[in-house]
DNA sequence: GGCCAGCACTCATCGGGGGCGAGCGCCAAT
DNA sequence: ATTGGCGCTCGCCCCCGATGAGTGCTGGCC
């Protein structure tokens, strides 16, 4: 009818603007007074009420009931943010303060320090994805703790250090454990764990039985620790969230929420989706595919080092949330954390 | 007046703790019907209602209002908990089968899986104050990551690894780093850093001195290790939290309550009060002296390693908790840690 | 054809009032 | 000392009417 093609034409998409723009800033369905008094056009409410009219019948608004304005649909939110929407980039003064606030003790605290200050800076929930790591290692060494109690200490290719306790039939002696610490720094540093073992097999049959014993135990640990700090997610600041009356209005949506929170895997298919694409993404309600987010968004988008993708940082809010600040800031999280992990 | 001294009959006793039991188990304040049905006592509610006057007058119970039941006060949860209740240890079986719930790979992860532990078998928050340690180093090695970068790994007289990345102001070469660490290992093991400092200083004039620099950065960076790692508090479970009627109902306070979670050091206080004391230690309501936690109760046991007590174990839930329950799952996570921390 | 003032209509919200029921305190009787 | 009985107090729930925001529609104007 009036709007073919569901085609908006400029009059209309300044309205729809205008409208989701007021409902994100105070949480209260608009009515067609309030759209005439904000939207800068010169329109009676009356003929306001006949845009928004459309609007609803192309399902970008709706209204919660009868009397109440229209509040926008996650289709209207969509468009919002795929086309009405104008982002202020943060000036270099904000990004050299964030900058400031990265810790770069080591890859964890990197991690936690970037997933707290998107939680900070948003007063939403901020979420990072560990970098994926190469399977190789630097570094390896045997401490011994105790009599058939072994300290590994294992630094990954990225820098990291990982440590775990190995339990031993046998007792070394400090120099086997040096000497078979040597073996694999000398001849595999920066191999895969499942490459040694190959090698290991073929090049050192003549190695000492308890010597072997030791290496396969090495490096099954070393499997164990690269595999299980596999990918985590890390997330801060779910606190913020109890503060958002959208949400915490249903208690068992919230706990729904905050259930979802602990369920790292779940998570993880959601954000290692957002790793394909580059740039800042963006799920607005149920389009992840999960009840328990259905009144809200995430933002992500992917960090890379040295070109490669290898992780995803994003903020978990409202759907009601002001995308005009998220989305720079976790654009620049993620540039920033990208710069900081290519540093070392 | 019937109850001189403010000391309890027998039968004011039983009601009292019939009545917390009850209050206990569906929340709903207790009636003197329902007291008079459940105490065992051949009673009519006239009679029980004269002791409960009685106890209402000394402080144990109180009515939220005219015509509802009663419900135990601060007060009267401490004296039951003090003198009325009974707890049924966890039979042997059950222990072994919590023994093997907790990881031992490394004491990061232990701590971690006791936290969870306590959360998941009690359905509320878990708490672990992670352990003292000494301030003294087993084994120290430097690892060059790149020109002025680089990777200080250090064990602790624990066990445990830390590791960080220094930036120098001039670049060491590998076995310039390995003569450095060889020194420290081979003269200073053992030692705190403090000390090590002073040493250094009075015995190695001679070193070199871009080697003393090395040192210095060593030194620094163990401090920091050493302190950041301090005491730290690993909370798990908050989200069981949320599904407890008595809390999520105030959503200020819940809010308050997880705020108090983020709030590490407050927190950590709290729990070093127990950590005085031998055995199970309860604190009921304000009695913590927190208003965050009026509603709730902390239970917490500290736990040792060779005799020395080195931290808390505790679980924090509604005032309205199953202490019965509680209290042996608090007991037996401290004792399996200490035994679990002591074993490396 | 676009715009708009006016009007009837809908419906969520809020405050007040009445019935209900749980539980208590008191008292007189045993 | 114990108990049945009685009156009383409140919290809870439901109903109701007033209020007000916002809509859809209509008819007239440019």
């Keep these: 009818m009036a709007q073919e093609f569901h085609a908006l034409n400029e009059r209309a998409q300044l309205l729809l603007k205008t409208l989701v723009e007021r409902y994100i800033a105070d949480g209260q369905p608009v009515g067609s007074r309030a759209l005439s008094k904000y939207s800068g056009l010169d329109l009676s409410p009356a003929s306001i009420r006949n845009v928004m009219a459309d609007l609803e019948d192309m399902g970008f608004i709706a209204s919660p009931h009868t009397s109440a304005g229209r509040i926008p649909t996650p289709r209207g939110y969509r468009f919002f943010v795929d086309t009405l929407l104008t982002v202020k980039p943060l000036d270099r003064i904000e990004i050299n303060q964030l900058e400031g606030q990265l810790q770069i003790n080591n ?3 990197l991690v936690a320090s970037a997933s707290h200050l998107l939680s900070d800076l948003t007063r939403f929930a901020g ?4 970098p994926r790591r190469s399977s190789g290692f630097r570094h390896i060494e045997f401490l011994k703790l105790a009599e058939k109690r072994i300290l590994l ?18 007792t070394y002696t400090p120099s086997e454990l040096v000497e078979a610490a040597n073996i694999l720094n000398q001849n595999y540093a920066g191999c895969s764990f499942d490459e040694i073992r190959r090698r290991v097999h073929a090049e050192l049959k003549q190695v000492q039985e308890h010597m072997s014993q030791l290496m396969a135990a090495a490096l099954a640990a070393g499997d164990q620790a690269v595999s299980e700090s ?6 801060s600041g779910e606190v913020n969230l109890l503060g958002i009356d ?3 209005s249903n208690m068992t949506k919230l706990r729904d929420l905050f259930n979802l929170f602990e369920h790292r895997s779940t998570l993880l298919q959601l954000l290692d989706h957002s790793s394909r694409a580059q740039g800042v993404q963006i799920f607005i309600g149920g389009e ?3 009840q328990p987010l259905d009144e809200c968004s995430v933002v992500t988008a992917p960090y890379e080092v040295d070109g490669k993708i290898v992780g995803t ?15 720079p800031i976790v654009d620049i999280t ?10 070392r």
Tied chains: 1, 2.
């Design 127 to 130: 979420v990072v994805v560990t």
């Design 153 to 170: 200490i294992l630094v990954t290719a990225e820098g990291d250090v990982q440590n775990r306790i190995i339990q031993t039939d046998k």
């Design 334 to 343: 993620a540039k920033l954390l990208s710069s900081a992990l290519t540093l």
């Design 313 to 327: 940082v994003g903020v978990i809010g409202p759907t009601r949330m002001a995308y005009e600040r998220v989305i």
């Design 107 to 109: 890859t964890q605290k």
């Design 288 to 290: 992840a595919g999960l």
């Design 230 to 235: 596999a990918e985590d997610v890390v997330i």
């Design 246 to 248: 959208d949400l915490s």
